[in-house]
């Protein structure tokens, strides 16, 4: 089945502390792959996106990801974390015969000053 | 930069009341979608829309369910008659195309039922 893990529900670090979130999928075929972020009461915010070509991909707010095919991951990077990253974030993934994005259960990030 | 708006932001609705959840896509966007997030749970596909008729649909989509595209800029979620488990934040999507495409999020509703 189809599926996408975040096995972290909730991470904590020090403002200017380095972060790495956790993506893992199962899916059977090739996967376009997401990082959302939501801040309380706000939508989904797309970060950045994976459909093909160099595995590491960059997005918005200094964010980065890498795709992993031999791990089956997809794991979302930051440097040097600020205190207005705090949020929630989700990973999710698509492909080219559906519709649907599959979401992770989210990864809630806070951040100490 | 062009958004996804949903109206109301919040909706308290008695059980067994119908229920319309409205959404403007992005104007030059051809696909929409409804997703739902129960608290505390994942988020959740609904149903797809192009081309005025559904394109793909969840099991959570029954016939409770419909969707529709009034006019050229709302695209609509009606609940028929609502159930408690049916509370629940619901948000809109739409992409330019429905692959090779990021879908793009309102700021969701949160249907409350009494």
């Known amino acids: 089945a189809q599926s996408v893990t975040q096995p972290d529900i909730h991470i904590t670090v020090s403002e200017g502390a380095s972060l790495e979130l956790r993506c893992n999928y199962s899916y059977g075929a090739t996967p376009y792959l997401f990082w959302y972020v939501q801040s309380p009461g706000q939508g989904l915010q797309l970060l950045l996106k994976y459909f093909s070509g160099d595995t590491l991909v960059q997005g918005i707010k200094g964010f980065e990801a890498e795709f992993k095919r031999s791990q089956s991951s997809f794991n979302l990077r930051k440097p040097s974390v600020h205190w207005s990253d705090a949020a929630e974030y989700f990973c999710a993934v698509g492909a080219r015969n559906t519709d649907k994005l599959i979401f992770g259960t989210g990864t809630r990030l806070q951040v100490f000053p | 930069e062009p958004e996804v708006t949903q109206t109301p932001s919040h909706q308290v609705t008695q059980m067994g009341q119908e229920v319309i959840l409205r959404c403007v896509p992005i104007s030059n966007h051809l696909y929409f979608y409804w997703y739902r997030q129960i608290l505390g749970q994942k988020v959740e596909f609904l149903v797809s829309?192009?081309?005025?008729?559904?394109?793909?649909k969840s099991e959570i989509f029954d016939d409770q369910f419909s969707v529709e595209r009034p006019d050229g800029s709302n695209f609509t979620l009606k609940i028929r008659s609502t159930k408690l488990e049916d509370s629940a934040m619901y948000f809109c999507a739409s992409s330019p195309q429905v692959s090779n495409q990021p879908q793009h999020f309102g700021d969701g509703t949160r249907l409350s039922i009494l």
């Open positions: 829309f192009y081309n005025n008729e559904i394109s793909e």
